[in-house]
């Protein structure tokens, strides 16, 4: 875990690895939007904070002034890199997220096949056969952790079965994708290293299928087109290393966030045992209440907004988890309501970068909760203390022990 300097004034310093902060941003939210709406922090490189949904609504609009094409990630700046053929050849871009117009809308819609509402219930039966495998594994012991036993696996064997590559090592891609976006955030060398491994790996994968085209994923994007041109090996590599990327942390921290929630709450545990019904409305309002992403982008052009001035080279971070909290669109926003109606959140971002695995992510949700809740309707959080969450821009708990009556 990264360790950080206690915070004293959130307004000018703040920290996404602070403590109190992994495990319940809302009051820091709730503070900054009364006293200082954009905050700002020279910690990890520097960058902005907004915290209220319409000045993040007005941050996605600005395009091209703020840029998606540096891969953004809270972490310590090196100075000087060592040269790198993996990355020389590969790059660091993982398109559509990190594309800008021009490109962006080519980018997006070769992928935007793959997470329709028909293309994504096509695994529905698998994440389903799953979820109670896993069950499996652990419902006669009476206990487990949710976290690392359950919830990691539903998106991590999702996406390693949509992709096309070998279930066996998918503790593997779990740890190389902490190893980039969750751990290491003050150790350049270490997180290149697992960018290196994730590239190294999809560049032999993508070099293998261009050879031997199969019926997959990556076959099905290499033979796609962009303008009349072939899609480069480089573009494909960047993309599945995006699924992995943006398909493993975010829905883990969804899932964990949500069981921990029920863990909690005995009475909205209950409620959702005994009327099922509820699940979408529940579903939606885990995913307001606990919103896993925090995006950024880069200001190539001074632009102005809430009464702060950015410059070019400022991070702006996509606070979409506060925004989901703000009182002037959530009536009770720090109250979860599982029969909340009107819930417009934006945890899966807005703009032209939104989510295009929400439906994924959706039935991953979905199935994990659904499953569980009808396996094992009575469970609670066997030392609540113990609960380890993640920092930085992903948030969700990596250490869950649960107890329920064993089966
Ligand atoms: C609950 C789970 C998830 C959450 C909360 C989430 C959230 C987000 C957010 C906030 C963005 C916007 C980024 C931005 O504005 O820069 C995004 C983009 C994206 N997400 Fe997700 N995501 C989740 C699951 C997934 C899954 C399962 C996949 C696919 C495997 C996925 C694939 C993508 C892709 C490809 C983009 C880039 C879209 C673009 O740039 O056009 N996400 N996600």
Redesign the pocket.
């Known amino acids: 875990m990264t360790e950080t300097p206690p915070v004293d004034d959130w307004a000018t310093d703040f920290d996404l690895f602070d403590d109190s902060y992994r495990k319940d941003p809302g009051p820091v939210w709730k503070e900054l939007r009364e006293t200082c709406p954009i905050a700002h922090t020279e910690r990890w490189g520097g960058s902005w904070l907004p915290t209220k949904y319409e000045d993040i609504q007005a941050f ?1 609009r600005m395009v091209p002034e703020l840029s ?1 094409r540096n891969p953004l990630v809270v972490s310590q700046p090196k100075e000087e890199q060592e040269f790198d053929p993996v990355l020389a050849e590969y790059g660091n871009s993982a398109p ?2 990190t594309s800008d117009p021009p490109d ?1 809308i080519p980018m ?1 819609r070769m ?1 935007l096949p793959l997470f329709t509402h028909k293309a994504v219930a096509k695994h529905s039966a698998f994440v389903e056969t799953m979820c109670h495998e896993l069950i499996d594994g652990f419902i006669e012991k009476g206990s487990c952790d949710a976290a690392l036993d359950y919830a990691v696996y539903i ?1 991590a064997k999702t ?1 390693a079965h949509i992709i096309g590559v070998d279930a066996h090592r998918v503790d593997e891609f779990i740890g190389w994708v902490r190893g980039v976006i969750e751990l290491n955030a003050g150790d350049a060398d270490e997180r290149n290293k697992y960018n290196r491994i994730l590239r190294q790996f999809f560049g032999e994968l993508v070099t293998e299928r261009k050879a031997n085209p199969k019926d997959d994923m990556i076959s099905s994007l290499l033979a796609q087109e962009i303008n009349g041109a072939p899609v480069s090996k480089k573009a494909v590599v960047g993309m599945c290393n ?2 992995l990327v ?2 493993i942390d ?2 883990w921290s ?1 899932i964990g966030s949500a069981l921990l929630h029920f863990a909690t709450h005995p009475d909205h545990r209950r409620r959702l045992a005994n009327e099922p019904e509820l699940m979408p409305s529940a579903m939606e309002e885990m ?1 307001r209440v606990y ?3 925090t ?1 950024a982008r880069e200001v190539t052009e001074e632009v102005q907004t809430g009464g702060v001035t950015f410059k070019p080279g400022d991070k702006v971070l ?1 606070n ?1 988890p506060a925004a989901n909290r703000d009182p002037a669109v959530f009536d009770n926003p720090d109250e979860v309501d599982l029969d909340r109606e009107k819930n417009r959140h934006i ?3 807005i703009g ?7 439906n ?2 959706r039935l991953e ?1 979905e199935t994990a909760l659904r499953v569980w809740f009808e396996r094992i309707p009575e469970f609670e959080c066997s030392n609540p203390d113990a609960v380890i969450w993640s920092g930085g821009q992903v948030r969700g708990p990596r250490h869950l022990p649960f107890t329920f009556p064993a089966q």
């Open positions: 996605v998606s559509p997220i962006h997006r992928i998106p996406i995006l699924m943006a398909g975010t829905t969804s995913l919103s896993p992403v995006m996509m979409f945890a899966f971002g032209s970068h939104r989510c295009a695995g929400s994924l992510a949700m």
